[in-house]
């Protein structure tokens, strides 16, 4: 009994415990379907509002588009009236600014007019100051070029673009002040030229005449003496009557040739000279003289002007010096050693060049090739401190050699 009563225990109770699982489980299985049911019911609750909010929206959608349609025209009349209206402001606007831009531009125009004007009166000036400075020698006209262009180097270097005709201009006008001043100079330079010829041809002139009435007062004095001779002792001396008549004819002849150099006022001496001791060598001056001793010139050439002495190489005698003298400086041009002063007659040139050119307008010529160059040559033989003991003992002595004859 006690065995069956423990087995219907152990029935109930399992009953019990299936029961209460049952039980359990009915109940997770209610709960979950009314959590489904509370979750479809929220749903519903959302989608009902949201179904109004969009019931509102499209209510709104349609009030607005049919509001539009009411007053779409205006609203595009207003719209393009304010476009109209905008563009009007931005018109006048552009035009203000434009006319500003215009005021602006003629304020410039005229501030760059004005540095145009100062640039070019600065030019202007310059350019008038270098001319003032000019002289007819190249070295010259190069260094005030120079000056010019560095005041046109000036104005750009200060930020203004100087326009190229402008400076082409100015060097174009600087030249022909230059060359007005070359042409001046040289107009000068022959004004000399002729009155140097004049007082030459007046001093030969003049020397002539005097070698006219020294011949023929020698002939009149070997005259008296050889009538006197001839009426007090003819037999006696005899040798003396012969050589006074001969001293008679010569100066005859002399006076015939002075006579004859008096009536030809062209018949001269073109002469060819160096001076290597001034000028170094291949240098050679080649001019003339109406002088009866041309010698006389040279020796003037060489005066205190150049530290020494002249040396001729050829003295040609003939009937039309200056023709010739022309003639060989023509020839000769250009070997100029002054290519502005034209009186300068010296020629940077070989001696050969220059008796070819004699032979071919004048003839045949006698000439000397080597210079003597004596105190050119002894002064190079003359060492500095020979010449401090020299000159010493002139001062011991009381010999002032400044005053030595040249």
């Not at 029961?19 to 749903?43: D, K, M, N, T, W």
């Not at 030459?200 to 002139?205: L, Q």
């Not at 001696?351 to 160059?373: N, S």
Request: overall charge negative.
């Amino acid at each position: 009994m006690a065995l069956v009563a423990i087995f219907n225990s152990y029935i109930v109770a399992t009953v019990c415990s299936l029961a209460a699982i049952g039980f359990a489980a009915f109940g997770f299985v209610r709960h979950a379907e009314a959590r489904q049911i509370e979750a479809s019911l929220e749903y519903m609750n959302r989608m009902k509002q949201y179904g109004e909010v969009m019931r509102d929206r499209v209510s709104e959608s349609i009030f607005r588009y049919n509001h539009l349609l009411r007053t779409g025209d205006t609203r595009i009349e207003h719209y393009y009236n304010d476009i109209y209206l905008r563009a009007e402001k931005e018109r006048k606007d552009a035009e203000a600014m434009r006319g500003a831009a215009q005021r602006d531009r003629r304020a410039v125009k005229h501030v760059e007019d004005r540095i145009f004007q100062m640039a070019a009166r600065f030019i202007q000036d310059h350019l008038k100051w270098v001319s003032q400075k000019l002289r007819p020698d190249p070295e010259n006209y190069q260094r005030n070029k120079l000056q010019l262009i560095k005041a046109f180097d000036f104005i750009d270097g200060v930020g203004y673009d100087v326009p190229r005709n402008l400076r082409k201009d100015s060097m174009k006008d600087l030249k022909s002040s230059y060359r007005v001043k070359v042409r001046e100079q040289t107009l000068k330079d022959e004004q000399r030229r002729i009155k140097q010829q004049m007082r030459e041809e007046e001093k030969a002139r003049k020397e002539r005449e005097q070698a006219l009435q020294e011949a023929e007062q020698r002939e009149n004095d070997i005259q008296k003496r050889l009538d006197e001779a001839l009426r007090e002792h003819a037999d006696e001396h005899g040798a003396e009557i012969e050589e006074l008549k001969r001293q008679l004819a010569e100066a005859h002849a002399n006076s015939e040739r002075a006579l004859s150099m008096a009536q030809q006022t062209k018949v001269g001496h073109v002469y060819i000279l160096s001076n290597i001791g001034s000028f170094g060598e291949g240098i050679f001056k080649v001019g003339m003289t109406r002088r009866v001793e041309p010698q006389l010139r040279v020796k003037e050439l060489g005066d205190a002007s150049v530290p020494f002495p002249f040396d001729v190489h050829a003295m040609i005698t003939c009937d039309d010096a200056p023709k010739l003298e022309k003639t060989l400086h023509h020839e000769l041009t250009r070997y100029r050693v002054n290519r502005v002063n034209l009186r300068k007659e010296y020629f940077a040139v070989q001696l050969d060049t220059i008796l070819a050119a004699v032979r071919t307008h004048h003839g045949k010529v006698e000439y000397v090739a080597e210079p003597e160059a004596l105190e050119y040559r002894e002064t190079q033989e003359i060492s500095p401190d020979e010449l401090v003991e020299v000159e010493s003992e002139l001062v011991e002595i009381g010999a002032d050699f400044e005053d030595f004859d040249e």
